[in-house]
């Protein structure tokens, strides 16, 4: 059976203090991780009055479907989806598989892009890139590849 003597338990001791030090010293200093860039919205270059109003909505999956879509958006109008302004400013619009709309911001995004969606960094899964805007007309399409697939492009055409 070995035994230690008293100054090999004082040199072993020793060593494993410094090395706990070194260990210690590795993990608190250091270059320090920059931090997380933070992705300011831009302000969107359309206006949440632009989409409040009472609106036919239909949707596609194929471009060559869109003419027959915004015919099909025009009928829905006897029922219609009504985009109201929010008390923050927003426009009141659902969510994808959220039953009851809430408050969403409009967003400007990069290259100009605009985004309707929760508070945040502009082109979250949440979020609908907006498009192809006009006085008549508006749609809207998916950043979340599986709400795109679902829900394809839509159609927002105004109500007389």
């Given at each position: 059976?070995?035994?230690?003597?008293?100054?090999?338990?004082?040199?072993?001791?020793?060593a494993?203090?410094?090395?706990?030090?070194l260990?210690s010293?590795c993990?608190?200093?250091?270059?320090?991780?920059?931090?997380?860039?933070?992705?300011?919205?831009?302000?969107?270059?359309?206006?949440?009055?632009?989409?409040v109003?009472?609106?036919?909505?239909?949707?596609?999956?194929?471009?060559?479907?869109?003419?027959?879509?915004?015919?099909?958006?025009?009928?829905?109008?006897?029922?219609?989806?009504?985009?109201k302004?929010g008390?923050?400013?927003?426009?009141?619009m659902?969510?994808?598989?959220?039953?009851?709309?809430?408050?969403?911001?409009l967003?400007?995004?990069?290259g100009?892009?605009?985004f309707?969606?929760?508070?945040?960094?502009?082109?979250?899964?949440?979020?609908?890139?907006?498009?192809?805007?006009?006085?008549?007309?508006?749609?809207?399409?998916?950043?979340?590849?599986?709400?795109?697939?679902?829900?394809?492009?839509?159609?927002?055409?105004?109500?007389?």
């Amino acid at each position: 059976m070995f035994r230690w003597k008293s100054a090999d338990k004082s040199a072993a001791s020793a060593a494993l203090l410094c090395s706990l030090l070194l260990l210690s010293a590795c993990v608190t200093s250091g270059p320090e991780a920059p931090p997380a860039p933070v992705v300011v919205s831009a302000p969107a270059s359309i206006s949440p009055d632009a989409l409040v109003g009472s609106w036919g909505l239909a949707a596609y999956h194929r471009d060559s479907d869109r003419p027959r879509t915004e015919s099909e958006a025009k009928r829905q109008c006897n029922n219609p989806y009504v985009i109201k302004r929010g008390p923050n400013g927003g426009v009141i619009m659902h969510l994808a598989d959220v039953p009851e709309p809430q408050e969403l911001v409009l967003k400007g995004g990069p290259g100009g892009a605009n985004f309707v969606g929760l508070p945040g960094a502009p082109g979250a899964p949440e979020d609908r890139e907006v498009f192809a805007v006009s006085a008549r007309s508006f749609s809207v399409r998916w950043v979340n590849p599986d709400n795109a697939n679902r829900y394809g492009v839509m159609i927002y055409v105004r109500c007389a």
